[in-house]
């Protein structure tokens, strides 16, 4: 049976978790789908990951290749295809521990960037596992600023090859997954030299194992990078380059090509070697930040009412955690957040397949506009999920440092977020180079893309609000945020022409402004954000019961990131600070709200109990048995530990008294 | 220092490339020498010992800490002296290895939750121990798992019916010779956690455990042979323990961000990225804005919360000798304060370590950076000790009895002195803050009382809140709860005001001009910085303006400008030795790309040219496809 501190909470709910699971997976059939790929997944002893935790970082690694090669096996089985309708959830269901993840990044290189005679060859020999491919792009000394790459690609008329070097030890590969052990070939971003000159970055297709026993082809050195926080699965490698020849066929030329006589042509646009890489940032804003704050929050928020502490009125029991009005600070903005991230992300993507239609037609116009939207959006989304899951580490008091609590794998994980796929500082000065462009150009008149007309608004200069309800009120709370990112961005545009007017060259006041720069990007992003989420809540008016919790989520989104940055909000007085007060007291009497339907609203999340491996988080609560059973499966605890016969033993019997 | 790190006996394989048990098993190894090495060179004074354990175990937790930090001082504290005629030789000479057992599973801060109990049984006169629940087993004690057999067990007291609160226990737990657990005791150790492993964290349950009655630790409280229980004397004096550990998580604090500001700062002193200047070489990357704006703060806030340890450990030994001399007076200030500067230390701490692991990009993710295992070490301090929240509410309810006091007309005396002001503004009926729009944001001493400012307000603010749900016919603990989250914002800033005040008093006794001249550039950094994070709280009720606002972002990024090519003889100071920082990024000589290479290299993954996985795996299925 369930406990009944947890089965008390689902009574309550305020609506129903069946159609919340179905709307946040987009449809009946979807949940269905889902449910059965996750089942068919979990059944299998072979991806069973209750011993994740005791592994060592060999184990782990030999794991994820083991459950990587049954992968396909399976999917064969169950006619289950990478580009089907099931992979997202195989993903899901995986939970990422799984080797040959950037295999498919390869194989998603060289479809995009190859042209069809490459796709033709590398594709099909990917697809069917005769290769294992890597993208080798980050190194030692060099990462997200492609331009600074060192590793040389020089083309040599003569034997129509290309040579390949890591001039010095900086320029050595570093980090790229399945370079370590398993990759047989990678794609590598190289300088192109040809005849002497620098044509920038480009993709190249090396060999680096041998196809017979696994060996380092001839000029390879490559090995795995050594243990880190977290992803001890995954073998990220590094590869340093002598002279390695490569035939001309082997860079990627669908938009670049250099001819047999050295003559270099481009078509289209340079910026489409990024692509692939702004096509991972968005589906990594999926997977890999927004589902493991929602599992931190199921994990955090069942915890918290089956773990009680301390007396809230003398004479009754020791209360739930989750009743002290801290506990739920801690806890339920992270709740909303996770929402208005699943919300924002779905937005994002629907914005992409747009573009990807377009770029496929050879239309580029979107992917200035593609560029600033992902990577502000992962650098806002991912930052705000880190901090969520590490508030809900924080809050499961000491059980949360347990690695059997599940927390503290997930933060480790979600912490490398922030910086692959683009390093979040550099990602949000991205998005305000965009933003002050736009900025510059509403205010000249000029036409700016659809999702920033609103630089171009004029709106009152204070906040409308009378009593703290009126901040319930979605018009209220989005103007101000609007208000404040217009403030933000206009000041820093402004600051930033005086300094250049003032002599200052271009590059010293683009520095001197980088740290205004920043916050006006994260104010734009929230913003739409929070725009987002009132939209969504408009349409779900058949839905009343999820509309009304809804509503209370996108609310307590919005004033909690009023109240936690209430300066930027009174700063210029549109808010004051009689409303601010307001806004705190409609923020706190939200929480009480909430409170009631918090396990509801992560049970419609929809984990099981396998993928969230934890012992605080089950769906049946049974937290305390749990924890001291798998405890007593600790190898720590099977075997006699080597250190008692060895040091204790003499120490205890008395080797010390001869001192 | 060089006593450690010349002796082979010490050295041994990078940490990061072993498994949980050899981190187990070379931390007990490093242990046993260490008391065997101690004696061999007469180290006794405790604070030598402390340097001397730091450098073996490289600030790093280890199987005998509870042994050495908890067991023996209990001993010392709580034993009578034929208790410690019995057990404190044998622990000295370690044919016991005790340690202390108090946390449960399902209860933690809130102690009287406890549910493990001691009922005595005149019969036989002992003490019959029993874990009842689940959730009453012992868990996460340090060393329990597999190296103690001796335990200090805190358990509820029965004697003649009536239970009589908390009281600790001296329970063997393993026989002596065949380590093997004790009948009726179930012992081991608690899995894997998020760092600390080398430490054998361990559960404990006890069914119908029997323990002579001299084996209750009676200094204090006593039961009689018949079963008559005598009280203690007073319980405040079990107070003097926890204000004094908490006291060194504040220099913990201190410590632990400082190691990681210095591999931050070196590193970005090493890494180049982009162009600042067009055509230029890529530049250093703590000649960014953003990355000097991400680290200069928290260089500051290390040197700021290195004086604030330095004089909570004074105020500590001061009111402990006023103590011994039966003068109570201070403690409850002292508790409170300590309390939360505990809490908002470490919180910052945390915050501060992950952040510059994040300054490092993504090479601050490899454990050879060093900044992983500094916040897995450190991180849990949040929760042990007193959880953080219940920390600050503790402070909290000092905070709302002075204030009652001043609003009944007495004075208080302190840190909290400031909230006589309170009374006086009343008096002239004028908005708390109204009068303060002259701070000048060049001069500490003026940004100390724009702190003080601000944590009268959020004091007076969350003290009228309290009493508004109070008017509501609430009950007291219900408008507590009710008005806890303004409560934790009450108690941060009065923190954050203790922190500025102390850092600014402390750079009048700064004779040599240099210093004086970079400390105070340090600490407006920390002032203002923190003014800029928290710029609602002194807009709000008009401290500071607008315009002062917008000069005071200004100006710290003009400091950030001013402390940069001091940077990295400021973290120099704090005086790592590399072995002890045990960081590639944060070396000294700054060859980092060539030693992560070699580092890499050892990497258990690479142990052969070619992994098993790809006989065992990867080929059968390139041939089956």
Same mark, same amino acid.
């Given at each position: 049976?369930?406990?009944?501190?947890?089965?008390?909470?689902?009574?309550?709910?305020?609506?129903?978790?069946?159609?919340?699971?179905?709307?946040?997976?987009?449809?009946?059939?979807?949940?269905?789908?889902?449910?059965?790929?996750?089942?068919?997944?979990?059944?299998?002893?072979?991806?069973?990951?209750?011993?994740?935790?005791?592994?060592?970082?060999?184990?782990?690694?030999?794991?994820?290749?083991?459950?990587?090669?049954?992968?396909?096996?399976?999917?064969?089985?169950?006619?289950?295809?990478?580009?089907?309708?099931?992979?997202?959830?195989?993903?899901?269901?995986?939970?990422?521990?799984?080797?040959?993840?950037?295999?498919?990044?390869?194989?998603?290189?060289?479809?995009?960037?190859?042209?069809?005679?490459?796709?033709?060859?590398?594709?099909?020999?990917?697809?069917?596992?005769?290769?294992?491919?890597?993208?080798?792009?980050?190194?030692?000394?060099?990462?997200?600023?492609?331009?600074?790459?060192?590793?040389?690609?020089?083309?040599?008329?003569?034997?129509?090859?290309?040579?390949?070097?890591?001039?010095?030890?900086?320029?050595?590969?570093?980090?790229?997954?399945?370079?370590?052990?398993?990759?047989?070939?990678?794609?590598?971003?190289?300088?192109?030299?040809?005849?002497?000159?620098?044509?920038?970055?480009?993709?190249?297709?090396?060999?680096?194992?041998?196809?017979?026993?696994?060996?380092?082809?001839?000029?390879?050195?490559?090995?795995?990078?050594?243990?880190?926080?977290?992803?001890? =699965?995954?073998? %990220?490698? !590094? $590869?340093?380059?002598?002279?390695? @020849?490569?035939?001309? /066929?082997?860079?990627?030329? +669908? &938009?670049?090509?250099?001819?047999?006589?050295?003559?270099?042509?481009?078509?289209?646009?340079?910026?489409?070697?990024?692509?692939?890489?702004?096509?991972?940032?968005?589906?990594?804003?999926?997977?890999?930040?927004?589902?493991?704050?929602?599992?931190?929050?199921?994990?955090?928020?069942?915890?918290?009412?089956?773990?009680?502490?301390?007396?809230?009125?003398?004479?009754?029991?020791?209360?739930?955690?989750?009743?002290?009005?801290?506990?739920?600070?801690?806890?339920?903005?992270?709740?909303?957040?996770?929402?208005?991230? =699943?919300?924002? %992300?779905? !937005? $994002?993507?629907?914005?992409?397949? @747009?573009?990807?239609? /377009?770029?496929?037609?050879? +239309? &580029?116009?979107?992917?200035?506009?593609?560029?600033?939207?992902?990577?502000?959006?992962?650098?806002?989304?991912?930052?705000?999920?880190?901090?969520?899951?590490?508030?809900?580490?924080?809050?499961?008091?000491?059980?949360?440092?347990?690695?059997?609590?599940?927390?503290?794998?997930?933060?480790?994980?979600?912490?490398?977020?922030?910086?692959?796929?683009?390093?979040?500082?550099?990602?949000?000065?991205?998005?305000?180079?965009?933003?002050?462009?736009?900025?510059?150009?509403?205010?000249?008149?000029?036409?700016?893309?659809?999702?920033?007309?609103?630089?171009?608004?004029?709106?009152?200069?204070?906040?409308?609000?009378? /009593?703290?309800?009126?901040?319930?009120?979605?018009?209220?709370?989005?103007?101000?945020?609007?208000?404040?990112?217009?403030?933000?961005?206009?000041?820093?545009?402004?600051?930033?022409?005086?300094?250049?007017?003032?002599?200052?060259?271009?590059?010293?006041?683009?520095?001197?402004?980088?740290?205004?720069?920043?916050?006006?990007?994260?104010?734009?992003?929230?913003?739409?954000?929070?725009?987002?989420?009132?939209?969504?809540?408009?349409?779900?008016?058949?839905?009343?019961?999820?509309?009304?919790?809804?509503?209370?989520?996108?609310?307590?989104?919005?004033?909690?990131?009023?109240?936690?940055?209430?300066?930027?909000?009174?700063?210029?007085?549109?808010?004051?600070?009689?409303?601010?007060?307001?806004?705190?007291?409609?923020?706190?009497?939200?929480?009480?709200?909430?409170?009631?339907?918090?396990?509801?609203?992560?049970?419609?999340?929809?984990?099981?109990?396998?993928?969230?491996?934890?012992?605080?988080?089950?769906?049946?609560?049974?937290?305390?048995?749990?924890?001291?059973?798998?405890?007593?499966?600790?190898?720590?605890?099977?075997?006699?530990?080597?250190?008692?016969?060895?040091?204790?033993?003499?120490?205890?019997?008395?080797?010390?008294?001869?001192? | 220092?060089?006593?450690?790190?010349?002796?082979?006996?010490?050295?041994?394989?990078?940490?990061?490339?072993?498994?949980?048990?050899?981190?187990?098993?070379?931390?007990?190894?490093?242990?046993?020498?260490?008391?065997?090495?101690?004696?061999?060179?007469?180290?006794?004074?405790?604070?030598?010992?402390?340097?001397?354990?730091?450098?073996?175990?490289?600030?790093?937790?280890?199987?005998?800490?509870?042994?050495?930090?908890?067991?023996?001082?209990?001993?010392?504290?709580?034993?009578?002296?034929?208790?410690?005629?019995?057990?404190?030789?044998?622990?000295?000479?370690?044919?016991?290895?005790?340690?202390?057992?108090?946390?449960?599973?399902?209860?933690?801060?809130?102690?009287?939750?406890?549910?493990?109990?001691?009922?005595?049984?005149?019969?036989?006169?002992?003490?019959?121990?029993?874990?009842?629940?689940?959730?009453?087993?012992?868990?996460?004690?340090?060393?329990?798992?597999?190296?103690?057999?001796?335990?200090?067990?805190?358990?509820?007291?029965?004697?003649?019916?009536?239970?009589?609160?908390?009281?600790?226990?001296?329970?063997?737990?393993?026989?002596?010779?065949?380590?093997?657990?004790?009948?009726?005791?179930?012992?081991?150790?608690?899995?894997?956690?998020?760092?600390?492993?080398?430490?054998?964290?361990?559960?404990?349950?006890?069914?119908?455990?029997?323990?002579?009655?001299?084996?209750?630790?009676?200094?204090?409280?006593?039961?009689?042979?018949?079963?008559?229980?005598?009280?203690?004397?007073?319980?405040?004096?079990?107070?003097?323990?926890?204000?004094?550990?908490?006291?060194?998580?504040?220099?913990?604090?201190?410590?632990?961000?400082?190691?990681?500001?210095?591999?931050?700062?070196?590193?970005?002193?090493?890494?180049?990225?982009?162009?600042?200047?067009?055509?230029?070489?890529?530049?250093?990357?703590?000649?960014?804005?953003?990355?000097?704006?991400?680290?200069?703060?928290?260089?500051?806030?290390?040197?700021?919360?290195?004086?604030?340890?330095?004089?909570?450990?004074?105020?500590?030994?001061?009111?402990?000798?006023?103590?011994?001399?039966?003068?109570?007076?201070?403690?409850?200030?002292?508790?409170?304060?300590?309390?939360?500067?505990?809490?908002?230390?470490?919180?910052?701490?945390?915050?501060?370590?992950?952040?510059?692991?994040?300054?490092?990009?993504?090479?601050?993710?490899?454990?050879?950076?060093?900044?992983?295992?500094?916040?897995?070490?450190?991180?849990?301090?949040?929760?042990?000790?007193?959880?953080?929240?219940?920390?600050?509410?503790?402070?909290?309810?000092?905070?709302?009895?002075?204030?009652?006091?001043?609003?009944?007309?007495?004075?208080?005396?302190?840190?909290?002195?400031?909230?006589?002001?309170?009374?006086?503004?009343?008096?002239?009926?004028?908005?708390?803050?109204?009068?303060?729009?002259?701070?000048?944001?060049?001069?500490?001493?003026?940004?100390?009382?724009?702190?003080?400012?601000?944590?009268?307000?959020?004091?007076?603010?969350?003290?009228?809140?309290?009493?508004?749900?109070?008017?509501?016919?609430?009950?007291?603990?219900?408008?507590?709860?009710?008005?806890?989250?303004?409560?934790?914002?009450?108690?941060?800033?009065?923190?954050?005001?203790?922190?500025?005040?102390?850092?600014?008093?402390?750079?009048?006794?700064?004779?040599?001009?240099?210093?004086?001249?970079?400390?105070?550039?340090?600490?407006?950094?920390?002032?203002?910085?923190?003014?800029?994070?928290?710029?609602?709280?002194?807009?709000?009720?008009?401290?500071?303006?607008?315009?002062?606002?917008?000069?005071?972002?200004?100006?710290?990024?003009?400091?950030?400008?001013?402390?940069?090519?001091?940077?990295?003889?400021?973290?120099?100071?704090?005086?790592?030795?590399?072995?002890?920082?045990?960081?590639?990024?944060?070396?000294?000589?700054?060859?980092?790309?060539?030693?992560?290479?070699?580092?890499?290299?050892?990497?258990?993954?690479?142990?052969?040219?070619?992994?098993?996985?790809?006989?065992?795996?990867?080929?059968?299925?390139?041939?089956?496809?």
């Amino acid at each position: 049976g369930v406990n009944p501190d947890l089965a008390s909470e689902r009574q309550t709910a305020s609506f129903s978790v069946g159609r919340l699971t179905t709307l946040l997976d987009g449809g009946a059939e979807r949940t269905r789908l889902r449910r059965a790929v996750v089942e068919a997944i979990e059944r299998d002893p072979v991806f069973s990951r209750e011993n994740e935790y005791f592994q060592s970082q060999n184990e782990r690694y030999e794991a994820a290749v083991r459950k990587a090669i049954h992968l396909q096996k399976k999917m064969r089985e169950m006619g289950w295809t990478e580009d089907g309708p099931e992979f997202t959830y195989i993903c899901r269901a995986l939970s990422g521990d799984v080797a040959f993840l950037l295999h498919r990044v390869f194989i998603r290189s060289i479809s995009v960037l190859g042209s069809d005679k490459q796709v033709a060859k590398w594709i099909p020999l990917a697809t069917e596992y005769q290769l294992i491919g890597s993208y080798a792009q980050t190194e030692l000394g060099h990462g997200t600023y492609l331009q600074g790459l060192e590793t040389t690609a020089v083309f040599d008329t003569t034997t129509q090859e290309f040579i390949l070097n890591t001039p010095k030890i900086s320029a050595m590969k570093w980090w790229p997954g399945d370079m370590g052990r398993s990759a047989t070939h990678t794609v590598v971003f190289a300088q192109l030299y040809v005849r002497g000159k620098c044509y920038g970055v480009h993709p190249f297709i090396v060999q680096i194992r041998s196809l017979q026993d696994h060996s380092l082809c001839p000029g390879i050195t490559a090995g795995d990078i050594g243990p880190k926080m977290n992803f001890e =699965h995954v073998d %990220n490698g !590094y $590869l340093m380059l002598q002279n390695v @020849r490569i035939p001309r /066929e082997n860079m990627l030329n +669908k &938009f670049c090509e250099v001819q047999p006589d050295g003559t270099y042509i481009r078509r289209g646009s340079q910026k489409i070697n990024y692509f692939t890489m702004t096509t991972v940032r968005v589906s990594l804003i999926s997977d890999e930040v927004i589902l493991p704050l929602m599992k931190a929050c199921t994990i955090a928020i069942r915890y918290s009412v089956v773990r009680r502490q301390s007396k809230l009125n003398p004479g009754e029991e020791e209360a739930k955690i989750l009743d002290y009005q801290t506990q739920q600070e801690k806890l339920l903005p992270p709740l909303a957040a996770a929402y208005a991230f =699943h919300f924002i %992300n779905n !937005y $994002l993507h629907k914005l992409f397949d @747009r573009g990807y239609k /377009e770029i496929q037609g050879r +239309k &580029f116009d979107s992917l200035p506009e593609l560029h600033a939207f992902s990577s502000g959006f992962k650098a806002m989304v991912s930052q705000h999920c880190i901090a969520g899951v590490e508030i809900c580490l924080r809050a499961c008091g000491g059980h949360g440092y347990s690695l059997l609590s599940g927390l503290p794998s997930l933060y480790t994980k979600i912490f490398a977020s922030c910086i692959y796929e683009g390093e979040n500082t550099i990602l949000l000065l991205q998005t305000a180079r965009f933003l002050i462009k736009c900025f510059t150009a509403a205010s000249a008149g000029r036409p700016i893309p659809p999702s920033v007309t609103y630089l171009a608004a004029v709106k009152p200069r204070k906040c409308p609000a009378k /009593e703290k309800l009126d901040f319930l009120s979605p018009d209220v709370y989005t103007e101000a945020y609007q208000h404040t990112a217009i403030r933000l961005l206009s000041s820093t545009a402004a600051k930033l022409q005086d300094l250049i007017q003032s002599g200052v060259e271009k590059h010293e006041a683009w520095n001197q402004c980088t740290v205004q720069l920043v916050q006006a990007a994260k104010a734009h992003c929230h913003y739409i954000t929070v725009k987002n989420f009132v939209e969504t809540v408009e349409k779900l008016e058949n839905e009343a019961g999820i509309q009304k919790i809804m509503k209370h989520l996108c609310d307590l989104f919005a004033l909690h990131g009023i109240f936690s940055n209430a300066g930027v909000f009174l700063h210029d007085g549109y808010i004051s600070g009689a409303q601010m007060d307001m806004v705190t007291a409609s923020y706190l009497d939200l929480l009480g709200v909430i409170r009631k339907d918090a396990v509801p609203l992560v049970d419609a999340f929809d984990f099981t109990d396998k993928s969230l491996n934890s012992a605080l988080g089950n769906f049946d609560g049974h937290v305390y048995q749990r924890l001291y059973e798998w405890a007593q499966k600790s190898p720590t605890n099977k075997q006699m530990s080597p250190a008692y016969v060895r040091y204790l033993q003499p120490l205890l019997h008395n080797k010390l008294s001869k001192l | 220092e060089a006593l450690v790190i010349n002796d082979p006996d010490f050295q041994h394989e990078d940490l990061n490339f072993l498994s949980r048990s050899q981190r187990y098993e070379q931390a007990i190894r490093k242990s046993s020498l260490m008391v065997m090495k101690l004696r061999e060179y007469g180290i006794a004074d405790p604070e030598e010992i402390y340097w001397f354990k730091s450098f073996v175990h490289r600030g790093r937790p280890e199987p005998l800490d509870l042994h050495l930090g908890m067991f023996l001082p209990t001993l010392l504290t709580q034993a009578t002296p034929e208790q410690q005629d019995r057990f404190f030789m044998p622990a000295w000479n370690l044919e016991i290895i005790g340690t202390y057992a108090q946390t449960e599973m399902g209860h933690g801060t809130h102690l009287r939750g406890l549910e493990t109990t001691a009922t005595y049984d005149p019969a036989t006169q002992e003490f019959i121990l029993n874990s009842p629940t689940v959730t009453s087993i012992k868990w996460w004690p340090g060393g329990l798992g597999k190296t103690s057999n001796h335990a200090i067990v805190l358990a509820q007291l029965y004697t003649q019916g009536q239970c009589k609160g908390l009281h600790a226990f001296i329970v063997p737990i393993r026989q002596l010779g065949t380590h093997e657990p004790l009948p009726g005791i179930t012992v081991g150790d608690i899995g894997p956690k998020f760092g600390y492993d080398e430490m054998d964290n361990g559960y404990l349950k006890m069914d119908n455990f029997r323990i002579p009655r001299e084996n209750m630790l009676m200094k204090y409280a006593q039961v009689e042979p018949d079963g008559t229980y005598v009280k203690p004397l007073s319980d405040k004096l079990t107070y003097g323990t926890m204000v004094f550990i908490r006291s060194l998580i504040v220099g913990d604090s201190a410590r632990a961000l400082s190691r990681a500001c210095t591999i931050a700062i070196r590193y970005s002193a090493v890494r180049h990225q982009s162009e600042l200047k067009p055509g230029e070489p890529e530049p250093q990357i703590l000649d960014y804005q953003t990355q000097q704006y991400k680290l200069f703060p928290l260089l500051a806030t290390a040197y700021a919360f290195h004086f604030v340890g330095a004089y909570i450990k004074d105020t500590y030994r001061r009111v402990s000798g006023d103590i011994n001399e039966g003068d109570l007076s201070e403690l409850p200030e002292l508790h409170a304060l300590t309390a939360g500067l505990k809490a908002f230390t470490s919180w910052t701490a945390n915050a501060g370590i992950e952040e510059c692991r994040m300054a490092c990009g993504g090479h601050g993710y490899s454990r050879c950076s060093g900044i992983p295992d500094i916040y897995v070490t450190f991180t849990p301090s949040c929760t042990y000790e007193g959880e953080n929240t219940v920390m600050m509410l503790q402070t909290a309810r000092f905070l709302v009895k002075s204030y009652n006091q001043v609003s009944s007309g007495q004075r208080v005396a302190g840190m909290v002195s400031y909230l006589n002001d309170l009374s006086r503004q009343r008096i002239q009926p004028q908005h708390v803050a109204a009068r303060a729009v002259t701070v000048r944001i060049n001069d500490p001493v003026s940004l100390v009382e724009a702190y003080k400012a601000r944590a009268a307000r959020l004091v007076e603010a969350a003290a009228k809140n309290l009493q508004a749900e109070l008017n509501h016919r609430k009950s007291k603990e219900d408008a507590w709860n009710r008005t806890s989250v303004d409560l934790v914002r009450a108690s941060e800033a009065h923190c954050h005001y203790v922190i500025v005040k102390l850092f600014t008093a402390k750079l009048s006794e700064i004779s040599n001009a240099a210093l004086r001249a970079v400390m105070t550039e340090l600490c407006l950094l920390y002032a203002l910085y923190g003014i800029s994070k928290n710029t609602g709280d002194f807009l709000q009720v008009g401290i500071l303006t607008d315009a002062q606002i917008t000069q005071v972002n200004q100006h710290v990024k003009e400091l950030l400008a001013i402390i940069r090519p001091n940077a990295v003889a400021l973290v120099d100071s704090f005086d790592f030795h590399d072995i002890h920082l045990g960081s590639v990024l944060g070396r000294y000589d700054g060859n980092v790309y060539e030693n992560m290479f070699e580092w890499a290299k050892k990497s258990p993954l690479n142990k052969t040219e070619v992994h098993e996985s790809f006989h065992k795996h990867l080929k059968p299925m390139q041939a089956k496809l």
